[in-house]
């Protein structure tokens, strides 16, 4: 008896069961037949470019991801994956675009928010990632990513006892971004490596 053909669902299912093994080679074959069966599922495309970025294939992630904004730019999770590829290729300008256009769409957004304070650190536009950051923090005041973002920042304007305070409040919600793993964790947030190393000075420091 012939096998049945898998529907695009259970592609896509497949594919997010190899990655939770880590297995990205296979789940990103198994998403692109997903994809291929079902091309309008915007969904669909959003978990195979966010696949791509988790395996370290940024180029083919900003692809899957464009192709994706392309059918449908009102979407949220489009525009947050997008936005987050393009950050950690460093193209700050893109990411820019992509996350205040998410923004904008929702602006309870804090993804968007967070991700606007790491790219405007990077182009120096301090008072705006320190605004963009504490907004964040607003937004999701539990996550010691945005006052880590805002303490960088700060830093970088030499506002060090400031930039302390900020850190201090991240360290209170997670003492692990104190610890010798803190490089691993906020490269996970797409902090860049001169973010991280402004991290450890601010670590360092207190």
Not at 30 to 44: I, K, M, N, R, T
Not at 54 to 60: E, I, M, R, T, Y
């Amino acid at each position: 008896m012939a096998a049945i053909p898998q529907t695009a669902a259970q592609h896509r299912q497949q594919g997010l069961d190899y990655r939770s093994q880590g297995r990205f080679d296979e789940a990103i074959a198994a998403l692109q037949q997903s994809v291929s069966l079902a091309p309008d599922h915007q969904g669909g495309r959003v978990i195979l470019g966010w696949t791509q970025h988790l395996a370290g294939q940024q180029d083919p992630a900003s692809q899957t991801l464009t192709q994706a904004l392309y059918a449908d730019p009102f979407d949220l999770p489009t525009l947050n994956a997008l936005g987050i590829v393009q950050l950690v290729q460093g193209n700050l300008g893109a990411a820019v675009t992509s996350h205040l256009w998410a923004a904008h769409l929702n602006p309870d957004n804090e993804v968007a928010y967070f991700n606007l304070s790491l790219a405007a650190q990077r182009l120096q536009l301090y008072d705006w990632a320190i605004a963009t950051a504490d907004r964040a923090a607003q937004l999701e005041p539990y996550n010691p990513h945005p006052p880590i973002a805002a303490a960088i920042a700060l830093w970088s304007q030499g506002r060090r006892s400031e930039a302390h305070q900020r850190y201090g409040e991240a360290l209170d919600l997670s003492l692990r971004y104190g610890t010798a793993d803190l490089d691993f964790y906020l490269e996970q947030a797409a902090f860049s490596p001169e973010q991280i190393a402004i991290a450890r000075d601010i670590v360092a420091s207190l």
